[in-house]
């Protein structure tokens, strides 16, 4: 196709906008992170129902 540019053009210009270190925080953090939310929302579900669920939520979050 005339006027696009090739995609090689344009990694010449690109900078690392994170560090390894950052990388390995930021990945570590949502495995943690999702993983509390789903092991808390099963059980929160199971027991507790939706509305109750959203409660204690809301509970957890504001204490």
Not at 24 to 52: D, E, H, K
Request: a positive charge; aromatic letters at 6%.
């Amino acid at each position: 196709m005339k006027g696009q540019t090739s995609s090689n053009n344009n990694t010449d210009h690109l900078q690392p906008y994170l560090s390894p270190l950052a990388v390995w925080a930021l990945s570590v953090g949502s495995a943690i992170g999702w993983g509390s939310l789903v092991v808390t929302s099963s059980s929160y579900l199971s027991q507790a129902g939706p509305m109750g669920s959203i409660i204690g939520l809301l509970i957890v979050r504001i204490h």
